[in-house]
Nanobody, 128 residues
Framework: HVQLVESGGGSVQAGGSLRLTCEAS?????????MGWFRRAPGKEREVVAL????????YYVDSVKDRFTISRDNTKNMVYLEMRALMTEDTAMYYC?????????????????????WGQGTQVTVS
């Protein structure tokens, strides 16, 4: 089983920046691994934020974070990062790292939460 450990959340003022980190272990093949970030704000449904195909270069961003957030990976460290800039109060949420091995490829990057099998515990981001 893939295990995910998030870190890097916290409180920041609007306009500030944070970097989230997700460390993955236990996966079988990096070439068929998709990872990314989802978030759930109070009273709202979980939504996708940003995704990356670890075995290649494909990425996905929800429109509300494009040009502000950047997802990247360091395969030597089994890490995926989410650089968040120009944070807004509406970015306040619990952020979850997710991973999927079987339903993932260079030609298909799943974008819904239901398609991801593995989840971290979450890290809180609060923007005031």
């Amino acid at each position: 089983h893939v295990q995910l450990v998030e870190s890097g959340g916290g409180s920041v003022q609007a306009g500030g920046s944070l970097r989230l980190t997700c460390e993955a272990s236990g996966y079988t093949d990096r070439a068929s691994l998709c990872m990314g970030w989802f978030r759930r704000a109070p009273g709202k449904e979980r939504e996708v934020v940003a995704l990356v195909f670890v075995g290649g270069t494909s990425t996905y961003y929800v429109d509300s974070v494009k040009d502000r957030f950047t997802i990247s990976r360091d395969n030597t460290k089994n890490m995926v990062y989410l650089e968040m800039r120009a944070l807004m109060t509406e970015d306040t949420a619990m952020y979850y790292c997710a991973a999927e091995e079987e339903n993932c490829s260079g030609r298909y990057l799943p974008v819904t939460a239901l398609e991801y099998s593995y989840w971290g515990q979450g890290t809180q981001v609060t923007v005031s």
